[in-house]
Structure formats: structure tokens, C-alpha cells
């Protein structure tokens, strides 16, 4: 037992780049990171240019990300490194914590949202998140956000839309979909491409939770990712 204790004591902390323009910011947020032994900020970057420069070099497990950059966006952060290395964790850390930039940081690829007005310990417990779960996504706002924008027409789900996120939430697949509806599996997954569409969503895992937030799914059990 004392042996199990002493390998999970030395697992090593979470390696964390920090990209602001703002040195203040980049100090505060350094500054709480090194309160938590898990984590360990190897590098703070103050652009997109220099962001990717020493991603390359330190290969953090998570970046943390301003929204706003001299030389560009986080978002083109979040790209760039999800093409090349997807399993790394990407928080967006901004003051415009508005729905289109909930639902822009969720669509590149982000794995968590945080408003630069939460206390400095959700950031450090979004790169967390972020470094075991790089491809969810985490935003204490998106369940307002998606009542929001399931609101408008176009975005609300047909009742045969309907129909289909029930049975993806029991995990079955486009064929299973199409046999039980009687439908052909293509037109299957056109439905199961809307609803992604609709939701914000790029994986059926994220669908599922939107939908629960959303009050479209009463209960679910999701099987499948």
C-alpha cells in the first residue's frame, strides 16, 4: 500500500503553456498554477506566433489561452494544435465570454471555456480537466448558451430529428438508426449530421451532454462515443 502511495505522490505534474499578451495576467495566472503541485507551467507565450514556437519546443500537456492576441486569436491556437497533436488540452481563457465565442471555442476544438472573471483556481481546475479530457468540453455557460440558441427556429430540432438523438443516446448507430425508423442509413446520417450541426456538436459524446443541458434529453446512458 505505502508503495502505491509513493508512485501516485511522484507522478509528474501537468506540464501547461500560458499564452496573454498581458504580462500581468500571465504572472497572476503562472502565480496559481504554482500553488498546485499537479501542475507546472514550462513556458508563457504573449502571441500566436510565439505560442506555437514554444508548444513545439516544451510539448505542454494543456495550453491556456487568451481569445484576444496581437497577432491573431486563441482560436488559432486551438487549430493549429489540435491538427498536430490532438490529445493535448486547450482551455480559452477571455473576457468576451459571450455565446459566439462559446460556440466558436467549442467548434475549433477547445476543451474548456473560462471567463477571465472566475477565480484564478477554475482556470487551474479547467487545465486539469482539459490534460484527462482534451476532446470534451467544459464552459460553465454552454447549457445557457444552447437554451439560447435552441430558441431560434432554425436551430430547434424536427420531431424525426427528435427521434434520432433518442436512439443515438441508446447507442445505436447510423444502420441500427435507419432499420429501426425505416429509413436508408444515408439518410440516417444526414440526421445525425444536422443534429451535430444544430447542437454545436462534433461527436456524438458531445451531442449527448448539449442535449441533456438543453432539456431535449429527459435521462440517457450514452454506449457509444
Known amino acids: 500500500m505505502t508503495q502505491t502511495n509513493d508512485l501516485a505522490g511522484s507522478a509528474a505534474p501537468t506540464r501547461v503553456l500560458l499564452v496573454d499578451d498581458h504580462e500581468l495576467i500571465r504572472h497572476g495566472l503562472a502565480t496559481a498554477f504554482s500553488l498546485d503541485p499537479q501542475t507546472e ?8 506566433t510565439q505560442a506555437l514556437e514554444d508548444f513545439a519546443r516544451e510539448q505542454p500537456q494543456v495550453v491556456v489561452t487568451d ?3 496581437p497577432d491573431g486569436t486563441g482560436l488559432d491556437i486551438v487549430r493549429a494544435v489540435r491538427r498536430g497533436a490532438p490529445q493535448t488540452g486547450i482551455v480559452v481563457l477571455t473576457m468576451h465570454s459571450g455565446d459566439e ?14 471567463g477571465k472573471d472566475a477565480p484564478s483556481t477554475e482556470v487551474v481546475k479547467a ?20 437554451i ?7 436551430n430547434r ?16 448507430g447510423a444502420g441500427q438508426i ?4 425505416f429509413m436508408s442509413e444515408s439518410t440516417a446520417k444526414s440526421h445525425i449530421t444536422r443534429i451535430y450541426q444544430k447542437l454545436g456538436a462534433t461527436n456524438r459524446a458531445q451531442a449527448l451532454v448539449t442535449a441533456m443541458r438543453s432539456g431535449l434529453l429527459s435521462s440517457m446512458n450514452p454506449t457509444a462515443q
Request: charged fraction near 15%; glycine fraction near 6%; hydrophobic fraction near 55%.
Open 41 to 48: 507551467v514550462v513556458a508563457q507565450s504573449a502571441s500566436v
Open 67 to 69: 481569445l484576444q492576441l
Open 101 to 114: 465565442q462559446i460556440f466558436a471555442a467549442m467548434e475549433a476544438g477547445a476543451s474548456a471555456f473560462v
Open 127 to 146: 487545465a486539469k480537466h482539459a490534460a484527462v479530457s482534451p476532446r470534451t468540453f467544459m464552459c460553465a455557460g454552454l447549457s445557457a448558451a444552447m
Open 148 to 154: 439560447r440558441r435552441m430558441s431560434g427556429e432554425t
Open 157 to 172: 430540432l424536427s420531431d424525426r430529428e427528435q427521434e434520432v438523438l433518442v436512439l443515438l443516446a441508446d447507442g445505436l
Open 178 to 181: 435507419a432499420s429501426t425508423l
